[in-house]
């Protein structure tokens, strides 16, 4: 619907081959690259957009292959464990009806969301986007449901509960006999085959199937912002005008607002969350009568200590190194753009990045943690029940990734550009 407005000369959509980088808002003209390539920013190294082919086609034909992948790695026994004549077998879901039995409401919560609403959801987005667009048919609610899509991407940890299945395996292996069933291999395939749909996803193609117009602006010349979701440009009288974007309907502003006051209130949050979550106990075991408690720190003591040095890196780079490498950069980043920090931009820009890609891998204690206590329920001879710190470790894991996306990287920029908005 238009809207009538007599103050401001209409707006106007075209379509231009331009693209403006998101981390530091410099505007490119696209070139034409191979299928394998990247293009990157010429100022911040960021990835702009990937080499494209006929990549749609494939995307649907793996988003088909992924819904039956899901529905049988949750319908099949994922794994096995014996301990002398007793043995137990569990599905995925098992998991969470094992937390929801112990009343763990918000680690179940989190559990249900990442291991399965999200990745279902997901596939179901793939599909609702890819089918129609073979037969080139426009659906209701597809930018919706694209825009959603691109917004998931951060959040889906199904790789990230992959590596926990193997954390777990390695930790049960001296007490247990272990056994990976059919769901398990069903699952690991999903994941592959998820991983390799995002990749042969192209967004800007899709963008540019649901609306051509990629540039909108009032005046011929005027400043203009990107998009994060569709890439698009916008004009500032169009943004100051709706806080919207034309094309795919998010909220679009100059720069995140109040961007430093939100990020720092996260941080340190997370900050104070960090310390229960290191000093209370993640979970306890309980072995014919002895009782047994493991913070982060000694769960990789005692890995190091049974020589299982692959998996004690593991956790403690997922667990330890990386939240609080995440909360210093987070610090470093906030202060720098305080202090007007001039030298030095795209080294922080590389920082930035690499803690928005490494920040969610955080979360494979949370699934350790989860699939234990689902998995390892023999009464007398062996159970393990989660502790507090998990819940505040889980916390500070999410807190941490918001806060990376509530960071407005251009801010480390904008010092060095006279054009800066406000
Ligand atoms: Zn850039
Ligand atoms: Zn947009």
Redesign the pocket.
Known sequence: MEQADTTMPKSHAQHRDWLM??????LQKIVAISPDNEMV??????V?HSGEARRLEWASALAVTALILFVLSNALPFITLEIGSQSQTATILDGFWALLDRNQWILAGMVITTIFLFPLIEILAFLYLLLPYSYNRHLRGQTAVLRWLVRAQTWSMLEIFMLSTVVASVKLADMTVLRLEAGAYAFFLLVGVLILAYVKLNRRLLWGWINTNNYFSTYENETVFDCKICQAMVGESVIEKTHECPRCRSELHKRIPHSLEKTTALVLASALLYIPANILPIMTYTSLGITETDTIFSGVVELLAEGLWGVALVVFVASILVPITKLVILTYLLWSVKVGMRRGAKHR?FLYRLMEVVGRWSMVDVFVVTLLVSLVQFGFIYTVEPESAIIAFGAVVILTMVAAETFDARLI?DVLDEKKPQ
Not at 21 to 26: K, L
Not at 41 to 46: D, G
């Open positions: 980088c998101h981390d530091c808002g410099e920013c010429f100022n911040c190294n960021a702009l820009a920029w």
